[in-house]
T-cell receptor, first 112, second 115 residues
């Protein structure tokens, strides 16, 4: 099955700086890569996703890049704010069954 | 984004009893719903996939007779934890996706504590 690895496990940044989280996946058939933000005691919230026919996608301060050849994708958050502090999960799936395989998560702390 | 609700948000039960958790898609028809379990400071682990009107598909190691899943309509799926034990205490989260899309929207989760 699919195996998704996520790094780093924790990330502390100064407010206004950028944060980058990287994930690798094992199954070359995976074609959908969402990113979720989870606050304490809440369910994951979809923040951005990318499909394998696209190399980069941006939504305001958030961007995701995908390198299919290397089988890795990254989340970039610019101009970080304290409310960006949360646990971020990457995931991968293939459209035959839509099952998401999640990374281990990255705890992001934005220092004011 | 689409809205998915769960009820209850938290439940405490005695060992040996059964607990039912509801997952509803509020503004779209969910052809597929997924149930996850999350232990503290860990990632989400898929338990089962349910398609409306058919039997759920369970992941390896998940007991189907212990975790009963019913997906009776395009907006409702239920997870029943039968004969709950303290080791079943966890955060249970559902997600839902509509037809023709691979995007999953998650519910707020249900905190189950078994005494």
């Amino acid at each position: 099955g699919e195996n998704v690895e996520q790094h780093p496990s924790t990330l502390s940044v100064q407010e206004g700086d950028s944060a980058v989280i990287k994930c690798t996946y094992s199954d070359s058939a995976s074609n959908y890569f969402p990113w979720y933000k989870q606050e304490l005691g809440k369910g994951p919230q979809l923040i951005i996703d990318i499909r394998s026919n696209v190399g980069e996608k941006k939504d305001q301060r958030i961007a995701v890049t995908l390198n299919k050849t290397a089988k890795h994708f990254s989340l970039h958050i610019t101009e970080t704010q304290p409310e960006d502090s949360a646990v971020y999960f990457c995931a991968a799936s293939f459209s035959n069954d839509y099952k998401l395989s999640f990374g281990a998560g990255t705890t992001v702390t934005v220092r004011a | 984004g689409a809205v998915v609700s769960q009820h209850p948000s938290r439940v405490i039960c005695k060992s040996g009893t059964s607990v039912k958790i509801e997952c509803r898609s509020l503004d779209f028809q969910a052809t597929t719903m997924f149930w996850y379990r999350q232990f503290p400071k860990q990632s989400l682990m898929l338990m089962a996939t349910s398609n409306e009107g058919s039997k759920a598909t369970y992941e390896q190691g998940v007991e189907k007779d212990k975790f009963l899943i019913n997906h009776a309509s395009l907006t409702l799926s239920t997870l029943t934890v039968t004969s709950a034990h303290p080791e079943d205490s966890s955060f249970y989260i559902c997600s839902a996706k509509g037809g023709g899309t691979d995007t999953q929207y998650f519910g707020p989760g249900t905190r189950l504590t078994v005494l």
